[in-house]
């Protein structure tokens, strides 16, 4: 308690002293002739402004309290734009609210550690008394405008809603900030680095997000953001931040690191050009705990989550190689081969999984092959190339029945999706238990004539019939949204004549199928058949 008391009367020391020589510094300075304050209050204004200037416009008449459409103050812009924390120290000396809080809930402190690069800035504010584990308020928004603007003139704001969304100044600041050097301003104020928001997100996963985040918005090259995003995760766990904490969804840390391309992030640093002092990303977070095969509510792993979106072998390699497991299951029973399979678009990401022990046949719980999931929504051939290469049974059935060519028939976009499976032996007229063939799938699901074409080029049968009589002409009359699939039938040879275990015509089922009503190919198969 002395130290902390210490450190509190020497940080309230430091700060008057730092406002005395601002003031002594303006009153020998003398006002400004001419200053231009018609932008006070807004990030023009306060992103370039100096203390001088700040000090004349409040001579001029400038209101400290006022607020723009969003809550901000004058001290949330200089706080959030400028790095002078001379600007900052002008406006707490004339008697600006250092705990006013915007209509997003942040406070000045919320403001400087999200965007100003100076940690003299965070100082200038935590020795004006800031508190370093203030919470956002943003759960007060549900209430209403009108009772949200009510409560902030009444002052009720820190003290009554401190907490609610639970992020701090230091959640902000990890998750934003490109300067490390304000996450240890914080830290070394007090801030709590396992802080939970109402999300149960801590700075670690905040710091965790910060990569993709500031790939989106800059210019300047990754590097040096991957080395920021690093240092801002390495100080987090050197201060005691918990590698395998868990939000509200079970994701930890290491979850949301794995989960977007960060390819710099996992390289060693005699592997590009970053410094023995800066560990990977997710090297930094495993080599302090995190589990590499924590699961979240789902059953995803972080391989899971790497196999999903990120595209960069190495991320996939540095996870197995701190020992997770490739075969996991999930909630549904996929492996992170399923996922990968699906949605990555990069087949080294499916190779370096295969490699790593990856079984090409798992099954999930309808019976679906990673290859069914490739064929159903990747449209890179090159990953199904990689799957086959590896051993995947080209004629797997799911639990209904359906091949991966019955995928790729009802939702690929891509013909060559088609051409690879064929050519590697699939069965062009495999029938699922319902008696239904790659062209019934296709003609009755999907719009694409490419598909389509591609099946009928390699000789699918339009003849064939379900259990029910139906042939593909049938199925597309019925469910087809496209009249040119129609028309592409009759040219192949389909005959519109040919009735159903039901008696019907394909014109019959078409009378039901809004999307060919008064079309061509609805008059042509109703005159093909005989009916008009």
Not at 46 to 67: E, I, N, P, S, Y
Not at 334 to 341: C, D, E, I, N, S
Request: hydrophobic share 45%; net charge negative; with cysteine.
């Amino acid at each position: 308690m002395k130290n902390a008391a210490f450190r509190t009367s020497r940080r309230y020391r430091r700060f008057w002293l730092t406002l005395a020589a601002c003031l002594a510094f303006l009153l020998a300075a003398g006002p400004a002739i001419g200053v231009d304050c018609e932008t006070w209050n807004t990030k023009e204004f306060f992103k370039t402004t100096t203390a001088q200037k700040v000090a004349d416009c409040l001579r001029a008449g400038a209101a400290l309290d006022v607020r723009d459409e969003h809550g901000l103050t004058p001290l949330h812009w200089a706080a959030w734009k400028n790095e002078n924390p001379a600007v900052v120290a002008a406006l707490l000396e004339a008697g600006a609210d250092l705990n006013a809080w915007a209509d997003n809930g942040l406070t000045s402190l919320h403001w400087a550690a999200t965007g100003n690069n100076n940690p003299a800035v965070i100082t200038t504010l935590l020795d004006a008394g800031a508190d370093p584990n203030v919470g956002i308020l943003e759960d007060r928004r549900s209430l209403g405008p009108a009772i949200a603007v009510l409560l902030r003139d009444a002052g009720l704001g820190t003290n009554v809603w401190a907490g609610s969304k639970g992020r701090t100044p230091l959640h902000t600041a990890a998750r934003s900030n490109k300067n490390p050097a304000v996450i240890t301003t914080l830290l070394d104020a007090g801030a709590d680095p396992n802080a939970r928001s109402a999300d149960g997100e801590t700075p670690l996963h905040m710091a965790a997000w910060s990569v993709v985040l500031f790939m989106q918005r800059d210019e300047d090259g990754v590097a040096p953001l991957y080395a920021a995003a690093r240092s801002k995760i390495t100080a987090l766990l050197d201060a005691g931040a918990d590698p395998n904490v868990r939000n509200k969804e079970g994701d930890t840390p290491l979850h949301t690191a794995a989960l977007f391309e960060n390819n710099e992030g996992v390289r060693y640093a005699n592997e590009g050009n970053l410094s023995n002092n800066n560990p990977a990303v997710i090297t930094a977070l495993l080599d302090a705990g995190a589990n590499p095969n924590a699961r979240n509510k789902d059953g995803h792993t972080p391989l899971h989550e790497a196999a999903w979106t990120n595209r960069s072998p190495p991320v996939i390699t540095a996870l197995f190689n701190a020992g997770a497991d490739p075969n996991a299951r999930d909630e549904h029973n996929r492996t992170p081969l399923h996922t990968a399979a699906g949605s990555n678009e990069n087949p080294a990401v499916i190779t370096a999984l295969l490699d790593a022990g990856a079984n090409p046949n798992a099954r999930d719980d309808n019976g679906l092959i990673p290859l069914h999931k490739a064929t159903m929504s990747n449209e890179d051939p090159a990953v199904i190339a990689a799957l086959l290469e590896a051993g995947a049974n080209l004629n797997a059935r799911t639990d209904s029945g359906l091949t991966p060519l019955h995928m790729a028939a009802m939702f690929s976009e891509n013909p060559a999706v088609i051409t690879v499976l064929l050519n590697a032996g699939a069965n062009l007229n495999a029938r699922t238990d319902s008696g239904l063939t790659p062209l019934h799938v296709a003609v009755g699901k999907n719009k694409s004539l490419a598909i389509i074409g591609a099946l009928l080029n390699a000789g699918a049968n339009l003849n064939a019939r379900t259990e029910d009589g139906g042939t593909p002409l049938h199925m597309a009359a019925m469910f087809s949204e496209n009249p040119a699939v129609i028309t592409a039938l009759l040219d192949a040879g389909a005959d519109p004549a040919a009735r159903d275990f039901k008696g019907w015509f394909p014109w019959d089922w078409a009378e039901g199928n809004e999307a060919l009503k008064g079309t061509a190919a609805y008059r042509r198969l109703a005159v093909d058949a005989g009916r008009r």
